[in-house]
């Protein structure tokens, strides 16, 4: 994540999700339950920066 980016997501972060927000995140928490519940395989995949590291995450 770029540092503005970073910046960005510390300053939103200090004001709490609204309603129609928290409704959103449900649903779509929601959906991956039941695709975990289903037999999905959730992979988090996240980008690290480092000497060996610095690139951006592959398409898989």
Not at 8 to 15: C, G, M, P, S, W
Not at 40 to 55: I, K, Q, S, T
């Amino acid at each position: 994540m770029s540092p503005w980016d970073i910046a960005a997501v510390r300053e939103q972060a200090k004001t709490p999700p609204t309603e129609p927000q928290r409704q959103l995140l449900a649903t779509e928490m929601d959906g991956y339950r039941r695709l975990a519940t289903d037999g999905a395989r959730l992979v988090a995949r996240f980008m690290r920066r480092g000497p060996c590291c610095d690139h951006a995450p592959d398409s898989t």
